[in-house]
């Protein structure tokens, strides 16, 4: 399948937008798809090699899982990329596009099992939950 592709435009430094995406601290606060879920813990070892795990769950405890990755190439205040336990890659590009604003586009493999509209809205939910924590915080 091909990969999806979603992007954002956040009023923010790019050196703001990158630490709020990956300070355990600040990603615990924007997390998830939907207000009914929650991150209540992140960890991250932001280096070549290093891994990352969010706990993403609802908020009435009905269901949640470890989103997981292993990084494969980091370059400060510019690129992300991991994969995760299923081989599935992932890349993140941070451009900036001036002092006080920040383009953050998200490429993913889709998993199998939802389909590519779901998957793409969910991401996109996500990463639009992140553009606002910036831009208020």
């Given at each position: 399948?091909?990969p999806?592709k979603i992007?954002?435009?956040?009023?923010?430094?790019?050196?703001?937008?990158?630490e709020?995406?990956?300070?355990?601290?600040?990603?615990?606060k924007?997390?998830?798809?939907?207000?009914?879920?929650?991150?209540?813990?992140?960890?991250?070892?932001?280096?070549?090699?290093?891994k990352?795990?969010?706990?993403?769950?609802a908020?009435?405890?009905?269901?949640?899982?470890?989103?997981?990755?292993?990084y494969?190439?980091?370059?400060?205040?510019?690129?992300?990329?991991?994969?995760?336990?299923?081989?599935?890659?992932?890349?993140?590009?941070?451009d900036?596009l001036?002092?006080?604003?920040?383009?953050?586009?998200?490429v993913?493999?889709?998993?199998?099992?939802?389909s590519?509209?779901?998957q793409?809205?969910?991401?996109y939910?996500?990463?639009?939950?992140f553009?606002?924590?910036?831009?208020n915080?």
């Amino acid at each position: 399948m091909e990969p999806i592709k979603i992007d954002i435009t956040i009023l923010a430094p790019v050196q703001k937008t990158w630490e709020y995406f990956n300070e355990p601290r600040h990603v615990t606060k924007w997390n998830f798809a939907h207000e009914s879920w929650q991150c209540p813990t992140s960890e991250n070892d932001l280096r070549l090699g290093g891994k990352f795990k969010h706990r993403m769950e609802a908020k009435d405890k009905s269901f949640g899982f470890d989103f997981e990755g292993i990084y494969d190439e980091i370059i400060t205040h510019k690129k992300i990329k991991y994969h995760m336990e299923d081989g599935r890659k992932v890349e993140i590009t941070f451009d900036k596009l001036d002092d006080n604003t920040t383009k953050v586009t998200e490429v993913f493999d889709p998993e199998k099992q939802n389909s590519l509209e779901m998957q793409r809205e969910g991401w996109y939910a996500i990463l639009d939950n992140f553009h606002k924590y910036v831009e208020n915080h």
